[in-house]
């Protein structure tokens, strides 16, 4: 079926699978002359820069939503409160191993240098069976998206996958680019079909697993929307929280493929490690194309600290830990899709397989604040394009707080 260009309709509860073409920033002037970064020498891309939405807030200059539009802005974090039990952001809560907190601790007696990637870049490619060029190191995945917006210029389409996690967007759109999506259906379990994403589309980003749906794409379908001419970025920060039986590292991850042209593969270290206020994450991809984003980037933007625990996060013994975490991680889930698929007029979106899991519940706007009354927070999910105010995220934990949290929302169902 071939994808068809609409204006962007108001949000709803039950999107089609589509492609919404948004009209954007108004068109501004060429970029720089130079080769476009996903085509080469001999294709050069116009790729009209205009300005940015008229928002201006911190690190991506958006600060709202975009008009007549979820607001790309809103995350977990502004969920949580006082007192609430936090079922709102995906970071792991637990004690940092000593093979981490030491390494950190340690930099701290080191910040009056300045900080040095290079040990670290070469620990993180080990990892991936890569060569360090092609290993950008980054203030937590979010700077990446912002490197990417403002390095790809010239791209003519840039298509987003979703619903997703929204900063990808928003970047886009803050770099001045004029963004389509396209819209995964919820009655197909949000599942990824390559054909519905234009084939003229030289920008196109995806997340795997998607947050907030909790989807594992198969690699075969993501590797399928790789080709010449394409810049592929693939959102793997939880890729670190999958398992699947008899497969020794994380099903479905391109993290190590270096065959497939035009591929860049965002990663993150905060969410199994709960580091997320370190900010420390990476790209991999080819490297040509990293030094192109690493150009964007400022001069050492990832602290000493963040460096020290790129590194101990790369070791073996770390790759291990993880491992195993994550398999805890999948139990723990399951327990939470069994208790919430018992709840009459909960339905659990798709098959979940990350740290979260995305439910469909008529009135959820409703159920929301009347759990925030009852001390829990969860995340809404009206601001993630292609969801709308019946649907809610829903951290994974521990079995004792999953139980807890599916009586007290049983309650408020009951009543």
Known sequence: ?????????????????????????????????????????????????????????????????????????????????????????????????????????????????????????????????????????????????????????????????????????????????????VLLDPADGFRLDPARVPADADLVMVGNPTNPTSVLHPAADLAALARPGRVLVVDEAFADTTAAPGVAGEPESLAARRDLPGLVVVRSLTKTWGLAGLRIGYLLGEAPLLARLAAAQPLWAVSTPALAAATACASPAAVAAERAIAAELAADRDHLVTR??????????????????????????????????????????????????????????????TDAFAGMLAEILEA
């Open 1 to 181: 079926m071939r994808a068809h260009l609409v204006p962007p309709p108001p949000t709803r509860d039950e999107p089609d699978a589509t492609v919404e073409a948004d009209p954007g920033p108004a068109p501004g002037p060429d970029p720089a002359p130079g080769p476009h970064p996903a085509t080469g020498p001999d294709r050069p891309g116009p790729g009209q820069a205009g300005t940015a939405p008229g928002q201006a807030g911190p690190a991506l200059g958006h600060d709202g939503p975009v008009p007549d539009g979820p607001d790309l802005g809103h995350h977990g974090d502004a969920e949580v409160g006082d007192g609430l039990v936090d079922l709102a952001v995906n970071v792991r809560r637990a004690p940092m191993p000593d093979w981490l907190a030491d390494p950190i601790t340690a930099a701290l007696g080191e910040l009056a240098a300045y900080p040095d990637p290079r040990p670290a870049r070469a620990a993180v490619a080990a990892r991936h069976g890569r060569p360090p060029e092609e290993v950008l190191l980054t203030a937590g995945a979010a700077e990446g998206f912002v490197l990417l917006a403002r390095a790809l210029t010239g791209a003519r389409r840039p298509v987003v996958v979703h619903p997703q996690f929204t900063e990808p967007e928003a970047a886009l759109r803050a770099a001045g680019h004029h963004v389509e999506r």
């Open 340 to 401: 919430l698929s018992a709840l009459l007029g909960v339905r659990v979106a798709g098959r979940p397989a990350s740290a979260f899991v995305l439910i469909h519940l008529p009135g959820a706007a409703d159920v929301r604040l009347r759990l925030r009354e009852r001390g829990w927070a969860v995340r809404r999910g009206d601001t993630f394009p292609g969801l709308g105010a019946d649907w809610l995220r829903v951290a994974v934990r521990d079995r004792a707080t």
